[in-house]
């Protein structure tokens, strides 16, 4: 892998974090309550004053790039994955009790049988949920399988199944995934007719929310809209705005997790997308260094980079 994918590699997995961790401190809140908590928007780790009851402190990420790393942590030296190898790896993040996790995912995580049939549990918890579970916690981890070799698009439906069975959460981790192999490996941002073509294999209500996304004005997203703020389509036109309009990293990090709503999870995707974009080298340092575990990260990260190639 030559220097400049090796960048866009970093760029992505670190601008998930940070984009998971400046997010963290809007997450829940609708667009003026942002505004009410951080009057001069929020831009810096420092300026982060909300969610520390849950224990969280300013540079620290949360469940999104915490699952992602279980799935870099579970790739063998060639680069392969195994389902059940992942699966075992969420099931043990979760009994180590992490201070977030989606209400979905800890459904399919506590069940007594997932260490042994982690998708028939994902498919019958969403069976249960009468098949209208659409949660953001599949796509909000998909950005490392962006970053592999191979057939990008069965790895993140796989992936996404062993918690989030919804087409929706498939199409949405899919797209994403794709998207960012795409910026990475080939230089190619994806057309909004390509990421349409793509989405109706999965579900037809993706098309709506790429056609938002492709509003230069955000605001088309709705991102704080409380009655679907997990929803993955949310985070996946999150994603999409920032592959397709953001001058710079950074404009595009605040501006998205200025929105509120559920801020880390629609900040993590379009994070990756962005360092994809961009690369490592343009996201500034207080967004790297500054994450609380940078040294652990980085360690990790450059341990998957020399796995790809």
């Known amino acids: 892998m030559d220097e400049n994918k090796s960048n866009k590699v970093l760029g992505c997995l670190f601008g998930q974090a940070a984009g998971d961790a400046l997010g963290m401190g809007a997450e829940f809140l609708d667009k003026k309550g942002v505004q009410e908590k951080y009057p001069n928007g929020l831009r810096h780790y420092d300026d982060i004053k909300y969610n520390f009851g849950r224990g969280f402190k300013p540079g620290d990420y949360t469940d999104d790039t915490e699952m992602m790393e279980s799935i870099v942590y579970s790739l063998n030296k060639e680069g392969k994955y195994d389902l059940m190898?992942?699966?075992?790896?969420?099931?043990?993040?979760?009994?180590?009790?992490?201070?977030?996790?989606?209400l979905l995912t800890a459904r399919v995580l506590s069940n007594p049988l997932y260490r042994q049939d982690p998708l028939g549990v994902s498919r019958t918890t969403w069976e249960e949920e009468n098949r209208n579970a659409a949660g953001n916690g599949g796509v909000m981890r998909t950005s490392v399988i962006g970053c592999l070799n191979g057939d990008i698009e069965e790895m993140a439906a796989d992936v996404c199944r062993l918690t989030?069975?919804?087409?929706?959460c498939v199409g949405s981790s899919v797209i994403v995934s794709m998207v960012i192999h795409q910026l990475i490996y080939y230089g190619h941002t994806m057309t909004p007719e390509e990421v349409i073509q793509l989405g109706r294999k999965y579900d037809g209500s993706i098309e709506y929310y790429v056609q938002r996304a492709t509003d230069p004005d955000i605001a088309?997203?709705?991102?704080?809209?409380?009655?679907?703020?997990?929803?993955?389509l949310k985070a996946m036109g999150a994603a999409l705005w920032a592959l397709w309009h953001p001058a710079d990293f950074t404009d595009g990090l605040v501006?998205?997790?200025?929105?509120?709503?559920?801020?880390?999870?629609?900040?993590a995707p379009a994070g990756a997308v962005l360092g994809a974009r961009f690369g490592y080298d343009a996201i500034p340092?207080?967004?790297t260094e500054g994450l609380n575990r940078y040294k652990d990260l980085k360690r990790i990260f450059e341990k998957l980079l020399t796995i790809i190639q």
Not at 220 to 232: D, F, N, Q, V
Not at 257 to 267: F, H, I, S
Request: glycine content about 14%; proline content about 4%; overall charge negative.
């Open 85 to 102: 190898d992942i699966a075992q790896f969420f099931r043990r993040w979760f009994e180590y009790g992490p201070k977030d996790c989606g």
């Open 285 to 287: 340092a207080e967004y």
């Open 164 to 168: 989030h069975y919804d087409p929706r």
């Open 255 to 267: 501006t998205v997790v200025n929105e509120g709503g559920d801020a880390d999870t629609n900040g």
């Open 220 to 232: 088309s997203l709705m991102l704080g809209e409380k009655e679907k703020r997990g929803y993955t």
